[in-house]
């Protein structure tokens, strides 16, 4: 087990799709600010979720399951203390994986109170599923991100199988769009001009920006260049890609725009961005001891 201590402005970048360890003394609060789901298993111990809403126990075994628009604060007990392990899905980063309509679903169902905190008991399937996850003999494999990537899908039940086998009636321009940002790979999105987009529509390049705003709350252009960003800070982060190439990589045809629009977004260059997050590592907010689980 290893330590790893806080930033001195108690941010994190926990690492997306592994297993950490955290565990609470005896009174000791954690708020989590994780972009992305987050997936709590309490291990041992007992303590609480509060919000401003409702307070929630914490038994063992259980499952709490929070958006990133979710304010919480976990408490472990006075008399026990809380040992947790989670994980954390930024679902923008799963480009290759899933479509825009199903990253829709994952940023409606943060809004949506009965799913952006879920409390789920020792014996719910997930419960059981996320507990079989800590006897995975090697936790840094493919299969095992898969694992947890299914676990995260099948946590939804109900709601994530209607989203998915749900059919767009194409009576006109708008149901033809809503089809295509539900069966298109975010990342079939990195280099697709609006051009192509349009002929794919068979309608007016201005009806067609009408129609985009109204469907996904934004401009064809400003979707993609949250996907082409989500993806390079991706890249940043898990190669050793040259800038330009990474550039490349995320659909940007120019490394000025690239690098203007990067600095737009997060407020530093894509170098400096990714000297940051190699120098903080792998780091939790809050609580003073988290255990790397294994």
Not at 123 to 150: A, C
Not at 209 to 226: D, L, P, V
Request: net charge positive; with cysteine; charged share 25%.
């Amino acid at each position: 087990m290893a330590f790893v201590s806080d930033d001195k402005n108690g941010h994190t970048m926990a690492p997306h799709l592994v297993i950490q360890g955290l565990a609470l003394a005896p009174g000791e609060e954690w708020n989590p600010q994780l972009p992305g789901w987050l997936f709590i298993h309490v291990r041992l111990g007992m303590g609480y979720c509060l919000d401003k809403q409702e307070n929630l126990e914490l038994p063992t075994g259980a499952v709490l399951i929070l958006s990133q628009n979710h304010d919480t604060t976990i408490r472990a007990s006075q008399l026990t203390g809380l040992t947790l392990s989670f994980f954390r899905v930024v679902p923008e980063l799963l480009t290759g994986l899933i479509t825009l309509g199903e990253q829709s679903f994952f940023e409606n169902a943060g809004r949506r109170r009965e799913l952006a905190r879920q409390l789920l008991g020792r014996e719910h399937p997930t419960s059981v599923k996320f507990q079989g996850l800590h006897d995975y003999r090697n936790q840094q494999d493919l299969l095992f991100r898969v694992k947890l990537l299914e676990l995260f899908a099948g946590a939804f039940g109900d709601e994530f199988e209607k989203h998915a086998v749900a059919e767009a009636s194409p009576v006109d321009a708008k149901e033809r769009l809503r089809q295509i940002l539900e069966q298109t790979l975010a990342s079939e999105w990195l280099n697709l001009s609006f051009a192509e987009l349009v002929e794919k529509m068979n309608c007016t390049p201005r009806h067609l920006s009408r129609i985009f705003r109204e469907i996904a709350g934004m401009s064809f252009r400003e979707r993609q260049a949250k996907i082409r960003l989500a993806r390079a800070s991706e890249l940043l982060v898990t190669t050793e890609s040259k800038v330009v190439n990474v550039a490349l990589d995320s659909g940007f045809q120019s490394l000025s725009l690239f690098n203007l629009m990067f600095r737009r977004r997060f407020g530093l260059s894509p170098s400096r961005w990714r000297r940051e997050r190699h120098n903080h590592g792998r780091r939790i907010s809050s609580p003073r001891k988290l255990l790397l689980v294994n």
